[in-house]
């Protein structure tokens, strides 16, 4: 990528000669900004991100929303371990969704990857000032991509405990008289041996306040960490159990009104005509609302909302997509793969010679996976007033400071005219990513139509027909196998909308490699799913190399080690799992193991499942054993929950999730055709973190991508079918 020479000096002039003070100036601006929204009396704010107290509270503003990840404990971990804190008088508080708590660390994190130069270390501050501002006006408050303890917490928790200490340290030395160099930190006190003195956070924060920007912080080395690497108890627990805690769902605020809505059944269909009449008639409603692709009915509470919606009979078109069914889509997808006209490619080595090597054996297989539907426990529920020219928001959104914006965009006000009020989620996944939350411009729509506060539900069929699903893919894979049975090519075509090549590298050294991206849309609306399209590149891949492995009669682990370079993470992610499965011990009759290993958002994970099919040809994953290194871990035992938590959504989509089309509409509309694994039905499972000095990885996803391979690999182990297709129920036989 070039840069004209005149346009760089232009724009450097501009940014030397009055952008580095221009960019300083907004930081401390949002500073001053977040201690008057966040501030008290004989507080001090640091950093936006910490304020403590008089009586030594340490609150943690965090930037990502707490949808049951735990990662708010994290960021708290490294912020109070920096700082040193009293870890009994730390809490977690959303941040408020205001420019001042933009996700500026995670926007330096991403964005100092992008640029096509190096940046001098002289110009450092001012690339990290000039991401931190463009954070603060995308506008960046965004949960997801595993980001939230490795980017926010590296970048910008540690940072601002570091420097709160240290302004203390300033502090407490100009009270005392003495060097700072005499004075230590720990339990939220700073103490000067020598003479026995003895201040109090709580005492210094105000003032450390004003010095914060003064002081040049030192992080912590591994071996100074106090809590971080701790499994200390999630400080979010005790109000889920209690009940105190709130989610979209429960809001209520005095003269509440409940809506719900019906969408065209035909993603991209309009609404034609509906007869108001019969909803009207239900007791409790209120009023029928018409928008362009949906009937909505507003309701003195959800049950007269839902009664009266479904009282209606609305007539919708098809916008043209009447024909469409997931068979069409899967034969449109092979054909363009056939067709072998890539839109992007990446790789390495001479890929076609490879494969046409004289002598060469050449293996190749066909995949695919069906859309995919996050199945969040709570449906969307958004409430918003709008009254005398100003629109408050009450919900649980991925995204609150942006959701925010969009919410001033559909009322037509000016984003300090909107509030909003972030909440926790009830699951999530991706569903509740900025751009495929359809509810911020309905509600907006629907609160323009009362003077009261009106709460919008969508109904789990309402949700199930209309996500923002992982899409349908389909995929075509070739190798060719050396004399040697090893590896000397390897091609992926897939058919998908985005190029999926740099979400999870391949593992293996192979002499020529390459993904090969057809894009590929429907009228569906594509989301981030769990893992994103780690999720199916792992199955593609990793099912594919168990087929190699068979195919020249080596045990699927050593062929795999054959192909890892000596002395790798991955090899050694690999050699453990393998050793804490007993992969080759005997095994009961009807079972079999598998194994994958997948790196994505910068953490390898390796799984191994024991699992058999019973007669009806249902799968059953008896045991997991899976071995991560993701780097540092910040707490042992929240990470391991994550990665158990993607490994169970990972089996449930595997063996029964499909979302399906016919005529152009979803098929399913609830649990009863979208079954999700039952309690019964959860394995166990063990998760083993590798010691590692590598950089920090996310772990809310790495757990997923290797599943549905080791799954597919294990009934190929127990019973000699090779299945291909997710989902896998029905498809193996005893």
């Keep these: 990528m070039g840069i004209k020479r005149r346009a760089f000096l232009i724009g450097g002039a501009a940014l030397v000669g009055g952008g580095l003070f221009a960019l300083s100036w907004t930081e401390r601006a949002a500073a001053r900004r977040a201690a008057k929204l966040v501030g008290k009396e004989h507080a001090g704010v640091f950093q936006t991100w910490i304020r403590i107290d008089a009586d030594d509270t340490v609150t943690i503003y965090s930037p990502h929303v707490d949808m049951g990840q735990g990662s708010p404990t994290g960021l708290a971990q490294m912020a109070a371990d920096e700082l040193d ?116 956070y709580g005492e210094l924060a105000s003032e450390a306040a004003e010095y914060a920007h003064s002081v040049t912080p030192t992080l912590k080395q591994a071996t100074q960490f106090r809590l971080i690497g701790q499994p200390l108890h999630r400080l979010d627990l005790p109000a889920k159990v209690n009940g105190r805690a709130q989610y979209g769902m429960d809001v209520q605020l005095p003269d509440l009104r409940v809506a719900t809505i019906m969408a065209a059944p035909v993603r991209g269909g309009r609404l034609e005509h509906v007869d108001a009449a019969p909803a009207l008639a239900i007791a409790g409603v209120e009023k029928v609302v018409t928008l362009d692709n949906a009937v909505a009915v507003i309701a003195t509470g959800y049950w007269p909302a839902l009664t009266g919606l479904r009282a209606l009979s609305p007539s919708f078109s098809d916008g043209g ?55 969040m426990m709570e449906p969307f529920a958004l409430t918003a007033h709008l009254k005398d020219g100003k629109l408050e928001l009450w919900g649980g959104l991925q995204d609150p400071l942006h959701s925010r914006k969009a919410a001033a965009d559909a009322a037509g006000l000016p984003i300090d005219a909107v509030t909003f009020h972030p909440l926790i989620l009830g699951g999530s996944f991706g569903r509740r990513l900025p751009g495929f939350c359809d509810i911020i411009s309905q509600v907006v729509q629907l609160a323009k139509q ?35 049975g090893k590896i000397l090519g390897w091609a992926m075509d897939y058919a998908l909308g985005a190029d999926a090549a740099g979400e999870s590298g391949f593992v293996y050294d192979v002499p020529a490699f390459a993904m090969r991206q057809h894009a590929f849309t429907t009228n569906q609306q594509d989301g981030a799913w769990r893992s994103v399209n780690s999720n199916q590149n792992g199955f593609f891949n990793e099912s594919f190399m168990d087929e190699l492995a068979h195919a020249v009669g080596v045990d699927p682990v050593e062929f795999r080690r054959q192909h890892l370079k000596p002395g790798s993470r991955h090899l050694a992610v690999l050699n453990d799992v393998a ?59 929240g990470g391991a929950a994550q990665v158990m938590g993607g490994i169970i959504m990972a089996l449930s989509s595997a063996i029964d999730e499909a979302i399906t089309l016919e005529q152009g509409a979803v098929v399913q509309s609830n649990f009863h055709d979208y079954p999700l694994l039952k309690l019964a039905e959860a394995p166990t499972v063990e998760v083993h973190f590798l010691a590692s000095d590598a950089a920090m990885g996310g772990l809310g996803e790495p757990g997923v991508p290797p599943t549905a391979p080791a799954l597919a690999n294990a009934i190929f182990a127990a019973t000699g079918q090779r299945i291909r297709q997710l989902p896998l129920r029905n498809q193996a036989k005893v």
């Design 450 to 484: 009362t003077p009261y506060p009106v709460k919008l539900i969508w109904s789990r069929e309402e949700e199930v027909r209309h996500g923002a699903y992982r899409p349908q893919t389909a995929a075509h894979l070739q190798a060719a196998l050396g004399s040697d």
């Design 321 to 375: 997509q009447g024909a469409l069914s997931s068979a069409s889509i899967a034969a449109a997808q092979a054909a363009q793969i056939k067709a072998g006209k890539p839109s992007a490619q990446s790789g390495h080595g001479d890929v076609p010679a490879a494969l046409a090597a004289i002598g060469a054996r050449q293996l190749e297989a066909d995949y695919g996976v069906p859309f995919l539907h996050h199945a």
């Design 579 to 637: 050793e804490r499965s007993g992969w080759g011990s005997p095994l009961p009759a009807g079972r079999g193991r598998g194994i994958a290993i997948v790196e994505s958002f910068n953490t390898i994970v390796a799984n191994v499942i024991e699992a058999s099919v019973d007669a009806q040809g249902r799968p059953r994953a008896h045991k997991v054993w899976s071995t991560v290194d993701c780097g540092q871990v910040v707490n042992p035992d």
């Design 85 to 200: 804190a009293d870890w009994s008088k730390v809490v977690v508080e959303a941040a408020p969704a205001d420019e001042a708590f933009a996700n500026v660390p995670l926007a330096v994190a991403f964005g100092g990857g992008m640029l096509p130069f190096p940046v001098p270390g002289f110009l450092k501050g001012l690339e990290q000032s000039a991401f931190a501002m463009a954070a603060r006006h995308m506008p960046l408050q965004v949960t997801g991509g595993s980001s939230a303890v490795r980017m926010t917490g590296q970048n910008g928790m540690r940072l601002a405990g570091a420097t709160a200490r240290s302004a203390l340290l300033f502090t407490a030395a100009r009270r005392l008289g003495v060097p700072a160099s005499e004075l230590t930190t720990a339990h939220s006190q700073v103490t000067h041996a020598a003479s026995g003195r003895v201040l109090r």
